[in-house]
């Protein structure tokens, strides 16, 4: 800068300080000389018409000035950067918030869903989760939940009592069931014991891979077929039907009621009389012959308990007594016998008689 000579004291206004003369310095901050007029080097007087002005010299700061410069500089933009973003932040919307997944909810509000884990009673408030909701802790509910949608369990379902209208479940382990109602399983594999208190109804075809016992009686209303060997002790049967061989080791043991039996005519003799034991399949007929049994004829007349389907086969047998017997008057309700021409010795006869259809 150009040095200005000082004002005198008439200039000064009273009451003033005085102005500082600034005057150039070096970098390094040492004063720098003044120049030497050109007039008062040669000499000769100075005009102000013939002498040239003084060059300016450039003032430069010191690096410290610089610094302390640029740091209030950059401080005055980080406090504009901090209004502006909580001018913009104050101006969000709710909508806005609600549209990034983010919930507000009031003090006032959370006071009243019992934030503060003290019991609320019934407070009227209904809390609306419209994000999907992550619970990492454990959540307790007191009173009933209802779920809308599907529930769907990463882990196991643990519960004291539950009552399910309808169960889908893929790999399910129970260790006690109890069904009150009507249960419908499409396939059901048990690995231990199956244990059924009431009735069981099986509508559809029953395979047994292995042993079935059955320790009371068994009643199958329609067809039983046996593939292989049907051993039993004591086997009965309304009817026994076979369609090939039928070979019993043991003895053939008849049942029944006894068929009814009279006297069949004149071949008695005198107070002759007739009676039979066994049943409709075999048995005795006893014959007591009065006198005068000299003439053929009909014996005993046989009636059955039970009237066959179709005329049956009667064989014959007298025991311990020749003669000339026959089976006469076969239908499906009985029969009669009788004895040829002769002379039988008074006295009690018996004849075995079989009957087959």
């Known amino acids: 800068m150009d040095n200005a000579t000082p004002p005198t004291a008439s200039d000064q206004t009273p009451g003033t300080a005085a102005p500082e003369v600034l005057k150039p310095r070096a970098d390094d901050g040492t004063p720098i000389p003044e120049a030497t007029p050109p007039a008062q080097l040669s000499g000769k007087p100075a005009t102000p018409a013939t002498d040239k002005k ?150 559809g075809p029953v395979t047994i891979g292995q042993l079935l016992t059955v320790n009371n009686n068994l009643n199958v209303a329609g067809n039983l077929a046996v593939g292989g060997t049907l051993s039993t002790k004591t086997f009965s049967a309304n009817g026994l039907t076979s369609t090939s061989t039928l070979t019993i080791g043991g003895h053939i043991i008849t049942g029944g009621l006894s068929p009814s039996a009279g006297p069949g005519g004149g071949a008695l003799g005198s107070n002759g009389t007739v009676s039979i034991s066994g049943n409709d399949a075999a048995g005795v007929i006893d014959i007591n012959l009065g006198t005068g049994a000299c003439s053929g004829g009909t014996l005993a007349n046989v009636a059955f308990h039970t009237q066959y389907a179709s005329v049956p086969r009667v064989v014959i047998t007298p025991v311990g007594l020749a003669g000339n017997f026959y089976v006469s008057n076969l239908t499906s309700s009985g029969f009669s016998v009788g004895v040829g021409g002769g002379c039988l010795p008074t006295g009690g006869y018996g004849i075995d008689y079989i009957v087959e259809e």
């Open 54 to 203: 003084p060059r300016r010299r450039t003032y430069r700061p010191s690096h410290k000035a610089t610094f302390i410069g640029l740091a209030v500089i950059i401080a005055i933009l980080l406090v504009n950067a901090v209004i502006l973003v909580l001018v913009l932040k104050g101006k969000a919307k709710p909508g806005d918030l609600a549209a990034s997944g983010q919930v507000t909810i009031s003090k006032g509000v959370l006071n009243k869903i019992g934030v503060n884990t003290s019991s609320i009673g019934d407070s009227g408030v209904v809390l609306v989760v419209g994000p999907n909701a992550q619970f990492n802790g454990k959540m307790t509910v007191a009173s009933d939940v209802s779920i809308g949608g599907q529930l769907k369990l990463n882990s196991k379902f643990s519960a004291s009592d539950a009552n399910l209208t309808q169960l889908e479940a893929g790999n399910t382990s129970l260790s006690q069931l109890n069904v009150s109602g009507s249960t419908t399983l499409s396939n059901l594999n048990l690995r231990t014991t199956l244990a059924v208190t009431g009735a069981t109804q099986l509508q």
